[in-house]
């Protein structure tokens, strides 16, 4: 596997590192990159002359990961050639949240094959039920094949994401990356870090991933007032506390990224489903924490192979976890280094919603808040 990166920051210089081996004919060239930028047919047609060989996909995020440094307002392209192994990608077309599912059991179904290894997703951050997303998915392909990836970004602004697959990126896209052949070795995982706080409560009213009452009353009003100061600035100070969800049978939480929220009707859209019944808490921010959830992730996404190996690590951590840490947020990238050694190329971005499976499991969940990585390595000859 030869793995090459290329940023280009607001200067309009191009930077590039590889793992040692510089791609020849690459199949694929992952763009992380500003909403305002790749929404630019200029910059995409850039893009495709830089990058003429290999199937470009872009999405739109809230900060790019380029080795150990996260950036705003910056392009990372990391070109990927596999040697023994193959990939195929799939795009489809989001016209309304409710489709999700159906969607992501399409793009599913099209990568479906015996020899599938895994599955990148890339997708709308804010018009999309995530979790009906991975549902679909995992309805459609073989119980071994996992999914992980990500929703896309804009930035603390939510206000519009874009993805695409060889045209230019825009809202409602879909785009998933299969990967095929036993030589090809996947690990993943995704970890928190963030504490609870006040009581936990029962979800009594809700509708897919729309939360309007919490153990009977409205559950806008039950935020605002933990919330404080921070109600103000609603729904971005939402990220800073996101809700976990856990079943009533289950001793484990889903944590869920607040999207936006509605006064009229009182309610709160996240970015997956909030089952009724279920019980509520909210959460909010241990600084040391978060950074040891990256590093944990890194521990078990570098399992049972040696870390040395690994040639490239997709990392995707939630906008929440960067507005909170702030001038530290470099902390938890940095951790991963170490974790992975100096060898893979280190690509990502911050996401409205990360997707992977939980914690020794192989059925993809949508997460939120999380660090989520996937490493890629090919067995030599």
């Not at 930077?15 to 910059?43: C, I, M, W």
């Not at 007032?225 to 484990?252: C, I, K, M, N, W």
């Not at 507005?323 to 990238?333: A, F, K």
Request: glycine share 10%; charged share 25%; proline share 5%.
């Amino acid at each position: 596997m030869r793995v090459a990166q290329h940023r280009w920051t607001s200067e309009g210089d191009w930077k590039v590192r590889s793992n040692g081996s510089v791609p020849k004919e690459p199949q694929l060239v992952l763009v992380f990159g500003a909403q305002q930028l790749l929404s630019d047919a200029t910059v995409f047609r850039r893009l495709r002359e830089r990058f003429p060989i290999g199937t470009l996909v872009c999405c739109s995020t809230a900060g790019e990961i380029s080795q150990e440094e996260v950036t705003d307002d910056s392009l990372v392209a990391t070109e990927l050639e596999l040697e023994r192994s193959s990939l195929r990608v799939v795009a489809r077309e989001l016209r309304d949240p409710a489709e999700s599912a159906a969607v992501g059991s399409e793009v599913a179904a099209a990568l479906s094959a015996p020899s599938l290894r895994h599955v990148v997703v890339l997708c709308e951050g804010l018009s999309i039920n995530g979790s009906a997303l991975a549902e679909g998915m995992r309805k459609r392909l073989p119980e071994t094949v996992a999914v992980t990836g990500g929703l896309a970004g804009d930035g603390a602004r939510m206000a519009t994401t874009c993805v695409g697959c060889d045209a230019p990126p825009k809202p409602g896209q879909v785009v998933a990356i299969g990967f095929y052949g036993d030589a090809l070795h996947v690990g993943f995982c995704s970890l928190g870090g963030w504490d609870p706080f006040g009581p936990e409560r029962e979800i009594t009213r809700s509708k897919g991933n729309v939360l309007y009452e919490l153990d009977g009353k409205s559950a806008l009003q039950l935020y605002r007032e933990y919330l404080g100061e921070h109600a103000e600035q609603l729904p971005s100070s939402g990220l800073l506390f996101p809700l976990a969800v856990r079943a009533p049978d289950s001793a484990t939480s889903l944590v869920r990224t607040l999207l936006a929220v509605d006064d009229e009707h009182e309610s709160i859209t996240y970015a997956g489903d909030i089952p009724q019944h279920s019980r509520a808490r909210l959460m909010r921010a241990n600084f040391d924490r978060l950074i040891e959830g990256a590093v944990g992730a890194a521990r078990e996404a570098a399992r049972p192979t040696d870390p040395d190996v690994t040639t490239l690590a997709l990392l995707v951590s939630c906008v929440g976890r960067k507005l909170l840490l702030g001038q530290r947020i470099e902390e938890e990238v940095e951790g991963v280094r170490e974790v992975l050694g100096p060898g893979p190329v280190l690509a990502g971005f911050y996401s409205y919603g990360e997707i992977c499976p939980q914690m020794g499991a192989v059925r993809c969940e949508l997460h939120n808040q999380t660090m989520t990585i996937t490493t890629l390595w090919e067995e030599t000859v």
